[in-house]
């Protein structure tokens, strides 16, 4: 990614990011089928919180989200960052949850990616196609402690 593309890619989820805290989620997106949570993980070099906003589904196993990073040939950093992270603070409009993130690997993140995603959002697989690489896919699952003392 050229330098100039990449630091317009950061500002744009700067300001994507301090919209979505604002508002709470309102216009996180331009259609009622798609649904974005705020994810916020520790760096895996700094640890110091980063904060993005992605596309999600819900699934009886929890909220799964996916790497595509429209298309990009290497995973996007909020999932490498999210690969290293035992736990994660989700957003979801005005809910704060704590999470604990657990990638699907083989013919269970198969199944999840064909059977769900693809299946509920086929228009993100023209990103794996283009990014031509296998897109990475993740369940968040509510922190126990959460479940039992919700902070929203």
């Known amino acids: 990614m050229s330098r100039l593309r990449h630091a317009l890619t950061r500002t744009g989820n700067r300001i994507g990011v301090s919209m979505y805290r604002h ?5 996180s997106s331009g259609s009622r089928r798609v649904h974005v949570l705020m994810i916020t993980t520790p760096g895996r070099r700094t640890g110091r919180p980063r904060s ?17 990073g429209s298309g990009s040939s ?3 950093d909020w999932f490498r960052n999210l690969r290293a992270a035992r736990r994660a603070e989700v957003q ?8 604990r993130p657990r990638e699907l690997l083989g ?6 990616w064909n059977d769900v995603i693809v299946a509920q959002a086929p228009e993100v697989a023209r990103y794996a ?13 509510p922190d126990d402690a959460e ?4 902070r929203a």
């Open 23 to 27: 508002l709470n989620g309102r216009l």
């Open 52 to 68: 993005t906003c992605v596309r999600y589904l819900d699934s009886p196993d929890g909220l799964v989200v996916w790497g595509t």
């Open 74 to 76: 290497n995973d996007p």
């Open 92 to 99: 979801l409009r005005s809910r704060h949850l704590r999470v």
């Open 107 to 112: 013919a269970e993140r198969d199944a999840m």
């Open 129 to 141: 196609r283009q990014a031509g690489r296998t897109i990475p896919v993740a369940i968040l699952r």
């Open 147 to 150: 479940r039992e003392n919700p």
